[in-house]
């Protein structure tokens, strides 16, 4: 739908990455940190663990905190 197509609902992540925050393993909270899942063993990907995502210099274009606050509460695994 043109909702979904809004800049605000993309986050560029590496594939691997990607999959990870669609099954719940990874997601972002309202600081815009990257929060990894307590089911993630990996070290690599734990290293991410509260680290602040890059966002754009247009806040308009920050991605949507209702879209990650619905994500972190409902789908990340934690």
Same mark, same amino acid.
């Given at each position: 739908?043109?909702?979904?197509?809004? &800049?605000?609902?993309?986050?560029? $992540?590496?594939?691997? $990455?990607?999959?990870? $925050?669609?099954?719940?393993?990874?997601?972002?909270?309202?600081?815009?940190?990257?929060?990894?899942?307590?089911?993630?063993?990996?070290?690599?990907?734990?290293?991410?663990?509260?680290?602040? &995502?890059? $966002?754009?210099?247009?806040?308009?274009?920050?991605?949507?905190?209702?879209?990650?606050?619905?994500?972190?509460?409902? &789908?990340?695994?934690?």
């Amino acid at each position: 739908s043109e909702e979904s197509n809004n &800049i605000q609902n993309g986050i560029c $992540l590496r594939a691997d $990455l990607h999959k990870m $925050l669609d099954n719940g393993l990874l997601s972002i909270n309202s600081e815009y940190e990257v929060k990894i899942s307590s089911l993630v063993k990996d070290e690599l990907y734990l290293s991410l663990n509260d680290r602040k &995502i890059r $966002l754009p210099v247009s806040q308009d274009n920050w991605p949507s905190k209702e879209a990650i606050s619905y994500h972190f509460k409902y &789908i990340f695994r934690k």
